[in-house]
Nanobody, 115 residues
Framework: QVHLVESGGGLVQAGGSLRLSCAAS????????MAWYRQAPGKQRGLVAA???????NVVDSVKGRFTISRDNAKNTVYLQMNSLKPEDTAVYYC?????????WGQGAQVTVSS
């Protein structure tokens, strides 16, 4: 079992920055992938960025150059640094941990960007 706790969401003006954190606890296996997804009202949940324990990164085009994903394996924590935020980035951001066919989700962090 893996428990994920997210933090760092909030309200920010367009052009501002926020940093999300997601700490994993429980039975953590090496070779895992941690990722950030987001879901805006009325839309499906979609991938924002992912990073493996080996450091391989995937970032969707809509946030490339603005968002940076990183992780601290010693702390089992993944981060999402979000810069130059836009109103269309408003969503609930979810952390996901996956390994060996299992997946776990965090409770979600609201990010609201005002214009």
């Amino acid at each position: 079992q893996v428990h994920l706790v997210e933090s760092g969401g909030g309200l920010v003006q367009a052009g501002g920055s926020l940093r999300l954190s997601c700490a994993a606890s429980g039975t953590i296996f090496s070779g895992n992938t941690m990722a950030w997804y987001r879901q805006a009202p009325g839309k499906q949940r979609g991938l924002v960025a992912a990073i493996t324990s080996g450091g391989n990164i995937n970032v969707v085009d809509s946030v490339k150059g603005r968002f940076t994903i990183s992780r601290d394996n010693a702390k089992n924590t993944v981060y999402l640094q979000m810069n130059s935020l836009k109103p269309e980035d408003t969503a609930v951001y979810y952390c996901r941990y996956s390994v060996l066919g299992y997946e776990y989700w965090g409770q979600g962090a609201q990010v609201t960007v005002s214009s």
